[in-house]
């Protein structure tokens, strides 16, 4: 940074940093800048010229009817899908240019809850926690082991979402709502620097998914990390979310604080059959 | 609220030919269902044929299969004691053949399977267990033979070879089976691609392995005996020495120790199997 550089103070605070800590809150951790993404002529644009900051703390609700990149998005964050052309940094790597070491690096610092989950359903609860830190396991993992302070950790994180007690059992024997929270103690269990959510509550009944979405939000608080959530009912998004970034055709035409947003403004993002449903909550 | 059948003015109709075809109790199989089953007929009759199938010489015969089957009776138990030998190095075979037979299948079945390997792995498994599976297990036990000498050594190593083929393009398959959903969010924590194995595939694929790993050795036990016949050890040899002596009693307590064993087998390993899966 040259000595003419000034700090301009992000996300509309008033006045500019008094000390590292606070300056680093205002960095973002994901930066995105005109990113376009193409799987094959034919299909066109996925994504076009999206621009995106994640900063620490933040809970991001990413709206979107179907097809309109929200997947696509968080897949490019953290090198899933292919980037045509733009810059997208995510945890201090660059995320177009990366060897495979440093995808696995990259990808071992997001953590990642899946709508289906994605657990190891004949595997214990704690095992599958314990899964998030393979990138980390050392020599145990080569005959299945983890460290004990990685268990304990692993222990302490599964008390955090509130299924200790069931540390033991099969992950296929937990409800809906404890196999989320399960997802999230594994991607805890990264240390992450930013956890990406596609559709978490898509598979869960109204009241699992509220507190599912407020764990995710005390977690984006509490740790300081970014928290993208994507999701397709509106009422939840304004509920859990601090801020909202919606995509239509893969642009962006939304990117808002929660508080003071006027729902109607987000009907743009949906077509006219869809936009009843977004409501139902 | 009123709930009413007619489609929104928005949404796409059927094709009323095709709504009336999809209505209907029984549907008309489509022509190359029909043209497949015509031709499956004709493949049938041609292989009767072939082989000179004849239901009235079957019939003819029944007579001098009683009569081999009477000349089985009474069973002579009185080599009990080295028919239990053989019985236990026949298992002996089967349990070392299994064993190596399945580490090596489950080698090979993960350069064998399409959603773990690259297409250059993939394809050079997959012909290796092709050429492995053409080639019998009596011409490996043959080949063993001439290389090891007579005995049991020879018949694991055919053993061992012969379920590459089969046993492994299986376990490949099983690997190919498994729910995507945790290799990916293996993938998504960093997990190297051995990682991504151990978590993501074996857990899963477990209960398949370990029942067609029964199965196979189920098979092996089967198997023993009939490499017996070239020298490769097991009870074969002897079962073909009364054969050829005519020695029937004996013979008839071959078969009947062989069934006996087969049977505790099978059942003990479906015992396994239904408490896995």
């Given at each position: 940074?040259?000595?003419?550089?000034?700090?301009?103070?992000?996300?509309g605070?008033?006045?500019?940093?008094?000390?590292?800590?606070e300056?680093?809150?205002?960095?973002?951790?994901?930066?995105?800048?005109?990113?376009?993404?193409?799987?094959?002529?034919?299909?066109?644009?996925?994504?076009?010229?999206?621009?995106?900051?994640?900063?620490?703390?933040?809970?991001?609700?990413?709206?979107?009817?179907?097809?309109?990149?929200?997947?696509?998005?968080?897949?490019?964050?953290?090198?899933?899908?292919?980037?045509?052309?733009?810059?997208?940094?995510?945890?201090?790597?660059?995320?177009?240019?990366?060897?495979?070491?440093?995808?696995?690096?990259?990808r071992?610092?997001?953590?990642?809850?899946?709508?289906?989950?994605?657990?190891?359903?004949?595997?214990?609860?704690?095992?599958?926690?314990?899964?998030?830190?393979?990138?980390?396991?050392?020599?145990?993992?080569?005959?299945?082991?983890?460290?004990?302070?990685?268990?304990?950790?692993?222990?302490?994180?599964?008390?955090?979402?509130?299924?200790?007690?069931?540390?033991?059992?099969?992950?296929?024997?937990?409800?809906?709502?404890?196999?989320?929270?399960?997802?999230?103690?594994?991607?805890?269990?990264?240390?992450?620097?930013l956890?990406?959510?596609?559709?978490?509550?898509?598979?869960?009944?109204?009241?699992?998914?509220d507190?599912?979405?407020?764990?995710?939000?005390?977690?984006?608080?509490?740790?300081?990390?970014?928290?993208?959530?994507?999701?397709?009912?509106?009422?939840?998004?304004?509920?859990?979310?601090?801020?909202?970034?919606?995509?239509?055709?893969?642009?962006?035409?939304?990117?808002?604080?929660?508080?003071?947003?006027?729902?109607?403004?987000?009907?743009?993002?949906?077509?006219?059959?869809?936009?009843?449903?977004?409501?139902?909550? | 609220?009123?709930?009413?059948?007619?489609?929104?003015?928005?949404?796409?109709?059927?094709?009323?030919?095709?709504?009336?075809?999809?209505?209907?109790?029984?549907?008309?199989?489509?022509?190359?269902?029909?043209?497949?089953?015509?031709?499956?007929?004709?493949?049938?009759?041609?292989?009767?044929?072939g082989v000179?199938?004849?239901?009235?010489k079957?019939?003819?015969?029944?007579?001098?299969?009683?009569?081999?089957?009477a000349?089985?009776?009474?069973p002579?138990?009185?080599k009990?004691?080295?028919?239990?030998?053989?019985?236990?190095?026949?298992?002996?075979?089967?349990?070392?053949?299994?064993?190596?037979?399945?580490?090596?299948?489950?080698?090979?079945?993960?350069?064998?399977?399409?959603?773990?390997?690259?297409?250059?792995?993939?394809?050079?498994?997959?012909?290796?267990?092709?050429?492995?599976?053409?080639?019998?297990?009596?011409?490996?036990?043959?080949?063993?033979?001439?290389?090891?000498?007579?005995?049991?050594?020879?018949?694991?190593?055919a053993?061992?070879?012969?379920?590459?083929?089969?046993?492994?393009?299986?376990?490949?398959?099983?690997?190919?089976?498994?729910?995507?959903?945790?290799?990916?969010?293996?993938?998504?924590?960093?997990?190297?691609?051995?990682?991504?194995?151990?978590?993501?595939?074996?857990?899963?694929?477990?209960?398949?392995?370990?029942?067609?790993?029964?199965?196979?050795?189920?098979?092996?036990?089967?198997?023993?005996?009939?490499?017996?016949?070239?020298?490769?050890?097991?009870?074969?040899?002897?079962?073909?020495?009364?054969?050829?002596?005519?020695?029937?009693?004996?013979?008839?307590?071959?078969?009947?120790?062989?069934?006996?064993?087969?049977?505790?087998?099978?059942?003990?390993?479906?015992?396994?199997?239904?408490?896995i899966?």
């Amino acid at each position: 940074m040259t000595a003419n550089t000034t700090v301009v103070p992000a996300r509309g605070l008033a006045q500019a940093p008094a000390t590292t800590a606070e300056l680093r809150a205002m960095l973002p951790l994901v930066q995105v800048r005109d990113l376009k993404v193409e799987y094959n002529a034919a299909d066109g644009l996925v994504l076009d010229g999206v621009d995106l900051d994640l900063f620490p703390g933040e809970m991001v609700a990413l709206l979107g009817s179907s097809g309109s990149g929200k997947s696509t998005l968080m897949r490019t964050l953290t090198g899933f899908a292919p980037i045509t052309s733009g810059t997208v940094r995510a945890a201090g790597y660059d995320v177009a240019n990366l060897r495979r070491g440093e995808l696995r690096s990259l990808r071992a610092s997001a953590g990642q809850v899946f709508q289906q989950f994605n657990l190891i359903g004949r595997l214990s609860v704690l095992t599958n926690v314990l899964t998030g830190g393979l990138h980390d396991a050392g020599p145990y993992n080569l005959i299945g082991g983890f460290r004990s302070e990685q268990r304990k950790r692993a222990l302490e994180l599964l008390d955090r979402v509130g299924i200790a007690h069931k540390a033991k059992d099969e992950a296929r024997s937990l409800s809906g709502g404890q196999q989320q929270r399960v997802a999230i103690a594994r991607a805890l269990m990264q240390q992450p620097k930013l956890i990406l959510a596609d559709e978490p509550v898509a598979s869960l009944d109204p009241q699992l998914s509220d507190s599912v979405l407020e764990l995710l939000r005390s977690i984006a608080r509490e740790d300081g990390i970014p928290v993208l959530v994507s999701l397709h009912v509106l009422p939840l998004a304004l509920r859990h979310s601090d801020r909202i970034v919606g995509l239509k055709h893969g642009r962006m035409l939304v990117s808002a604080p929660t508080e003071g947003i006027d729902p109607r403004s987000l009907d743009v993002l949906y077509d006219g059959e869809e936009a009843g449903d977004v409501y139902d909550a | 609220m009123s709930t009413t059948l007619e489609p929104k003015k928005s949404q796409k109709e059927l094709d009323p030919e095709a709504r009336r075809q999809l209505e209907q109790a029984f549907a008309v199989p489509r022509t190359r269902f029909m043209l497949g089953g015509v031709l499956a007929v004709v493949f049938l009759l041609w292989s009767f044929q072939g082989v000179g199938f004849n239901f009235a010489k079957l019939g003819e015969g029944t007579v001098n299969m009683g009569a081999f089957l009477a000349r089985l009776f009474p069973p002579d138990f009185s080599k009990l004691g080295l028919i239990v030998e053989l019985l236990i190095e026949t298992v002996q075979m089967a349990i070392v053949g299994t064993v190596l037979g399945s580490v090596l299948s489950l080698f090979i079945a993960f350069a064998a399977a399409s959603t773990l390997s690259p297409k250059w792995i993939y394809y050079p498994a997959r012909w290796t267990m092709n050429v492995i599976r053409a080639v019998p297990d009596l011409v490996f036990a043959l080949m063993f033979v001439s290389a090891v000498g007579l005995g049991p050594f020879a018949g694991i190593l055919a053993m061992t070879l012969g379920s590459l083929g089969s046993i492994g393009k299986i376990y490949a398959e099983a690997m190919e089976s498994v729910d995507t959903g945790p290799m990916v969010a293996m993938r998504s924590v960093g997990a190297s691609h051995r990682q991504v194995i151990q978590y993501g595939v074996l857990p899963q694929a477990a209960p398949l392995l370990v029942s067609y790993t029964l199965l196979l050795f189920e098979g092996n036990v089967r198997g023993a005996t009939i490499l017996g016949l070239v020298g490769a050890g097991g009870i074969g040899l002897e079962l073909t020495t009364a054969m050829r002596m005519y020695d029937y009693g004996h013979l008839s307590a071959i078969i009947i120790c062989i069934i006996l064993v087969v049977t505790v087998i099978d059942q003990g390993s479906a015992f396994i199997r239904r408490r896995i899966t």
